[in-house]
């Protein structure tokens, strides 16, 4: 088996600046997206000081007999602070936060950790489904039967965050492991490719298109044929027996 992988983001059709930042490890150890927010480029901010932190806290401590949950819960919790510091330097970005998630393989067993509403998905054959939950209202909402499916793809505070790293209340960090199987393809994206693309939309550039960079480019193309109306960022894992990256 080979593990293959891809990345790419795009502005989208509406936003001026692109507020999303992602990670892909050369060597496939780990994939990082963020998807910031807050006024005056703190989400730009906030999303590459995630990512950057991450990425300098995992390739640290790779080595460590640090367990994967572990290293991933620390790695989250530094970039955290970091952002927190900044805010603390830079009272305009005050407001600044981004979602994360962390996909991390040890020993070719991939872990997950997140915060926010960029998601986790698992492609197995022509089933899609959604690995990391979403810290939304909207999200809580659904499971407590507040608000049902069909109205939540619609409803004003679909987007507002109850997690996102650049808070001093974020609440505890959960790491998880995941199973997957020859021919699995894993997505990490930002909402801008939620909110444009159904799930069998996706499912559909995921199974039609095996090329990871053709396929990462192919979606963000849909989602802004769609509209694109926010940033758009993807990065696809496969697990594959035979391949072209």
Same mark, same amino acid.
């Given at each position: 088996m080979k +593990? ?6 795009? #502005?989208g ?5 692109n %507020?999303d930042s992602y990670?892909?490890?050369p060597e496939? +150890?780990?994939? @990082? @997206? $963020? !998807?910031g927010?807050?006024g005056?480029?703190?989400?730009e901010?906030?999303? %590459?000081i995630a990512?950057?932190?991450i990425r300098a806290? *995992?390739?640290?401590?790779?080595? !460590?007999? #640090?367990t994967?949950q /572990? *290293?991933?819960?620390?790695?989250i919790?530094k970039?955290? =602070?970091?952002?927190i510091?900044d =805010?603390?330097?830079?009272?305009v970005r005050?407001d ?7 996909l ?8 997950y950790?997140?915060i926010g ?5 698992r492609l197995?054959?022509?089933k *899609?489904? =959604?690995?990391?939950?979403?810290h #939304?209202w ?9 608000v049902?499916?069909? &109205? $939540?793809?619609?409803h004003?505070w679909?987007?507002?965050?109850l /997690? ?11 790491a998880?492991e995941i199973?997957?199987q020859?021919g &699995?393809r ?6 801008? *490719?939620t909110e444009e693309l159904?799930?069998d939309r996706?499912a ?5 298109i095996?090329?990871?960079? /053709?396929a990462? =480019?192919?979606?963000i193309e849909?989602?802004?044929?769609r509209?694109?109306? !926010?940033?758009? #960022?993807?990065?696809?894992v496969?697990?594959?027996l035979?391949a072209?990256?």
């Amino acid at each position: 088996m080979k +593990r293959l992988f891809a990345g790419a983001t795009d #502005t989208g059709c509406v936003r001026s600046a692109n %507020q999303d930042s992602y990670y892909i490890d050369p060597e496939g +150890r780990f994939f @990082v @997206v $963020a !998807d910031g927010m807050g006024g005056h480029a703190g989400g730009e901010v906030a999303s %590459q000081i995630a990512v950057d932190s991450i990425r300098a806290c *995992l390739e640290a401590l790779w080595d !460590d007999e #640090t367990t994967p949950q /572990q *290293l991933m819960q620390d790695a989250i919790s530094k970039a955290n =602070q970091a952002i927190i510091n900044d =805010q603390a330097d830079h009272p305009v970005r005050s407001d600044m936060g981004t979602t994360i998630v962390i996909l991390l393989f040890r020993d070719e067993q991939p872990w997950y950790c997140h915060i926010g509403d960029s998601r986790l998905y698992r492609l197995r054959g022509p089933k *899609l489904e =959604q690995i990391s939950d979403d810290h #939304t209202w909207i999200a809580r909402a659904i499971q407590t039967g507040v608000v049902n499916p069909e &109205d $939540a793809k619609s409803h004003p505070w679909r987007h507002m965050l109850l /997690q996102c790293l650049g808070r001093e209340d974020v609440k505890s960090i959960s790491a998880r492991e995941i199973e997957w199987q020859p021919g &699995d393809r894993f997505l990490i994206c930002s909402d801008g *490719l939620t909110e444009e693309l159904t799930d069998d939309r996706i499912a559909h550039h995921l199974k039609s298109i095996r090329n990871c960079q /053709q396929a990462a =480019q192919a979606l963000i193309e849909s989602a802004k044929l769609r509209g694109g109306r !926010d940033n758009i #960022t993807v990065v696809i894992v496969s697990n594959e027996l035979n391949a072209n990256s």
